[in-house]
């Protein structure tokens, strides 16, 4: 069985503040956490995006070449 490996909220704290060149511990970076732990609409976004990944990793689903572009828009991941 290949069970994944959950990130942990602490992961993925870090990710987001090293993403935006911030020390894990800095002002903006604390902000960002208060701001997740109590805001449903970010809460449901992320959700939103884990079982988008997870479907697709899951059903291993073929993409059309513009696709994987078109969804980073909408999911407004685009670097």
């Known amino acids: 069985m290949n069970k994944k490996k959950e990130a942990t909220c602490k992961e993925v704290m870090h990710h987001i503040c090293e993403s935006l060149g911030e020390n894990l511990n ?7 956490k208060a701001h997740l732990e ?3 609409g970010c809460q449901n976004y ?3 995006v884990e ?3 997870d479907f ?13 572009t ?7 991941l685009n670097e």
């Open 56 to 68: 697709y990793k899951k059903y291993q689903v073929e993409l059309p070449p513009d696709a994987h």
């Open 26 to 32: 800095s002002e903006k970076c604390s902000a960002i």
């Open 46 to 48: 992320f959700k939103t």
């Open 70 to 76: 078109k969804l980073m828009t909408f999911l407004d």
């Open 38 to 40: 109590k805001c449903s």
């Open 51 to 53: 079982l988008t990944i």
